[in-house]
C-alpha cells in the first residue's frame, strides 16, 4: 500500500535554531501533501497544504515566514521550523492524498529546549 | 480552525464490551473517515465513508455516516488490548483541495 515516510521521528533542538522535517511518498507521488501539528493530547490542526511545484497554502494563524515549506519534488515535501522556541514543541505529521483516501506518515516529535 | 466534536472524550472499558462513540458537526461534510492513532504514531484508517446513510464494516468495527451529513458514529464490537488508543473521526468538504477536519478524539483504554 501507499506509504509515506517521515524522518526523523524525533528531534531535539535549541532555541533560536532551525529543524527541518522530511515527508517522501515511497511509492507513489503526490502533488499534495499535508502538515498537521497535534500537541499532546489534542487533535491534529492543519498547518498548511503543501502543493508541489508552487507555493504551500498556510491556514489562519500559521506563520509562513516561521514554518516554510518545500514540495520541489513528486516524493518529497518539507518543513522547516525556523528559529524555533519551546512553544513550538510538538508533534509534527504530514499526510499525502491519494485517491481512495489520505496516508499520514509516522509523525515527528519536536523538543525545543 | 474548526473541529468536530466527538463524544466521549474518552472511556474506560473490559474487554469483550462493545463501544461506540460519535462525531457531530455544525456544517456538512461529504466524506467522513475514522482513524486511530497510537501513541507516537500518525493515525491509521479506519473506515471510510462517502454517502450520507451509508453504514460500513472493517471486522469488529462499523460505522455509519449520518443522513443530514452532519454526523457519524463508530462502533466497536468485542473489545480487545489493542484497541486501545486514541479514534478521531475526521470529515471532507467537497471543493476545499481534499483538506481534512478532525475531531477532537475519543482515547479509548480496554482493561482486562
Known amino acids: 500500500g501507499a506509504v509515506v515516510s517521515q524522518h526523523p521521528s524525533w528531534v531535539i533542538c535549541k532555541s533560536g535554531t532551525s529543524v527541518k522535517i522530511e515527508c517522501r511518498s515511497l511509492?507513489?507521488?503526490?502533488?499534495?501533501m499535508f502538515w498537521y501539528r497535534q500537541f499532546p493530547k489534542q487533535s491534529l490542526m492543519l498547518m498548511a497544504t503543501?502543493?508541489?511545484?508552487?507555493?504551500?497554502?498556510?491556514e489562519q494563524g500559521v506563520e509562513k515566514d516561521k514554518f516554510l515549506i518545500n514540495h520541489a519534488s513528486l516524493t518529497l515535501s518539507t518543513l522547516t521550523v525556523t528559529s524555533a522556541h519551546p512553544e513550538d514543541s510538538s508533534f509534527y505529521i504530514c499526510?499525502?492524498?491519494?485517491?481512495?483516501?489520505?496516508?499520514f506518515g509516522s509523525g515527528t516529535r519536536l523538543t525545543v529546549v | 480552525g474548526q473541529q468536530l466534536n466527538q463524544s466521549p472524550q474518552s472511556m474506560f472499558i473490559q474487554e469483550g464490551e462493545d463501544v461506540s462513540m460519535n462525531c457531530t458537526s455544525s456544517?456538512?461534510?461529504?466524506?467522513w473517515l475514522w482513524y486511530k492513532q497510537d501513541p507516537g504514531e500518525g493515525p491509521v484508517l479506519l473506515i471510510a465513508?462517502?454517502?450520507?446513510?451509508e453504514l460500513t464494516s472493517n471486522g469488529r468495527l462499523t460505522a455509519q455516516f449520518g443522513i443530514t451529513r452532519k454526523d457519524s458514529f463508530l462502533n466497536i464490537s468485542a473489545s480487545i488490548p489493542s484497541d486501545v488508543g486514541i479514534y478521531f473521526c475526521?470529515?471532507?468538504?467537497?471543493?476545499?483541495?481534499?483538506?481534512?477536519?478532525f475531531g477532537t478524539g475519543t482515547r479509548l483504554q480496554v482493561t482486562l
Open positions: 499526510s499525502a492524498h491519494l485517491l481512495l483516501g489520505y496516508t
Open positions: 511509492d507513489f507521488q503526490a502533488t499534495t
Open positions: 503543501s502543493n508541489e511545484g508552487s507555493k504551500a497554502t498556510y
Open positions: 456544517s456538512i461534510f461529504n466524506t
Open positions: 465513508l462517502y454517502k450520507a446513510g
Open positions: 475526521a470529515g471532507q468538504h467537497t471543493g476545499t483541495a481534499s483538506k481534512l477536519t
